[in-house]
């Protein structure tokens, strides 16, 4: 089994910043795919940015130019670095993992972590 575990969720006031983190964890495993997704109250979850395993981003265009994805391979660890965060960031923010374990491959999700973005 892998186990995706984040952290760095808060409340914070609009145009500050956090830092998101998501580590995986298990046995005979490797990580393809990384990402952030995320989900408000009465919407869909939606993609906020990936990252694969040679370092190729890819963002949603309301989070362009402010949020940045990074990965520590070495770690099996994902960032996101959101600044300049608005109320409408707001929201259950979860990591995704494509893993391949003993020649299989499937997607793991981590628990959440909650951003709140209020004055």
């Known amino acids: 089994q892998v186990q995706l575990v984040e952290s760095g969720g808060g409340l914070v006031q609009p145009g500050e910043s956090l830092r998101l983190s998501c580590a995986a964890s298990?046995?005979?495993?490797?990580?393809?795919?990384m990402g952030w997704y995320r989900q408000a109250p009465r919407n869909q979850r939606e993609l906020v940015a990936t990252i694969t395993s040679g370092g190729s981003s890819n963002y949603a265009d309301s989070v362009k130019g402010r949020f940045t994805i990074s990965r520590d391979n070495a770690k099996n660890t994902v960032y996101l670095q959101m600044n300049s965060l608005k109320p409408e960031d707001s929201a259950v923010y979860y990591c995704?993992?494509?893993?391949?374990?003993?020649?299989?491959?499937?997607?793991?999700w981590g628990q959440g972590t909650q951003v709140t973005v209020s004055s």
């Open positions: 298990g046995r005979a495993f490797s990580i393809n795919t």
């Open positions: 995704n993992a494509g893993v391949t374990r003993f020649g299989t491959w499937g997607a793991y």
